[in-house]
T-cell receptor, first 111, second 113 residues
Framework: GQSLEQPSEVTAVEGAIVQINCTYQ??????LSWYQQHDGGAPTFLSY????GLEETGRFSSFLSRSDSYGYLLLQELQMKDSASYFC????????????FGRGTSLIVHP | NAGVTQTPKFQVLKTGQSMTLQCAQD?????MYWYRQDPGMGLRLIYY???????DKGEVPNGYNVSRLNKREFSLRLESAAPSQTSVYFC????????????FGPGTRLTVL
């Protein structure tokens, strides 16, 4: 099976940069996704990494190191609206390529 | 283009009652999924349908059944609801099982008393 670890909560101030880490264990790694979920809302897709390195999408970037079984989501120029939960999800060949989600990190952005 | 829609948005059941949660997508996606989300937990897969006509169990299938009615619709049935099934249920779809981006519906908040 798969397992993922991410911090339960991260706090930061508006305008700052924050990094949310995710470590995983899986037997046949295929890719790592990140989703954002606001309170009471549905998860929405942010990014995906299948290869090592950094993927940038606007203020958000996602990094993967397959040798370390580790990834992170980097949020720059934080805004109040970035307060949400962030989930990493790993896909592997043994799980029929369907993502297994971590427990989520609650990001609280203070003014 | 509504994306993924779910009905109902909220539901309260008594222990032992049955109900069906409905999900539909208008993106012509082949694969559809049912997840449950409990406080402090991530999304846990209940069942999925990789393509029309197929369904498979996920991580937590006990107490649930599913039907892939057609390409657009995927329903989740609780035959005899239990308090442990109190949760938020999300339906999702993707172009196919191999695509990494999933699109989620707004969720159904279910309470079983």
């Amino acid at each position: 099976g798969q397992s993922l670890e991410q911090p339960s909560e991260v706090t930061a101030v508006e305008g700052a940069i924050v990094q949310i880490n995710c470590t995983y264990q899986t037997s046949g790694f295929y890719g790592l996704s990140w989703y954002q979920q606001h309170d009471g809302g549905a998860p929405t897709f942010l990014s995906y990494n299948a290869l090592d390195g950094l993927e940038e999408t606007g203020r958000f970037s996602s990094f993967l190191s397959r040798s370390d079984s580790y990834g992170y989501l980097l949020l720059q120029e934080l805004q109040m609206k970035d307060s949400a939960s962030y989930f990493c999800a790993v896909r592997d060949r043994g799980g029929s390529y369907i993502p297994t989600f971590g427990r989520g990190t609650s990001l609280i952005v203070h003014p | 283009n509504a994306g993924v829609t779910q009905t109902p948005k909220f539901q309260v059941l008594k222990t032992g009652q049955s109900m069906t949660l409905q999900c539909a997508q208008d993106m012509n996606h082949n694969s559809m999924y049912w997840y449950r989300q409990d406080p402090g937990m991530g999304l846990r897969l209940i069942y999925y349908s990789a393509s029309e006509g197929t369904t498979d169990k996920g991580e937590v299938p006990n107490g649930y059944n599913v039907s892939r009615l057609n390409k657009r619709e995927f329903s989740l049935r609780l035959e005899s609801a239990a308090p442990s099934q109190t949760s938020v249920y999300f339906c999702a779809s993707s172009l196919d099982r191999g695509r990494y981006e999933q699109f989620f519906g707004p969720g159904t908040r279910l309470t079983v008393l």
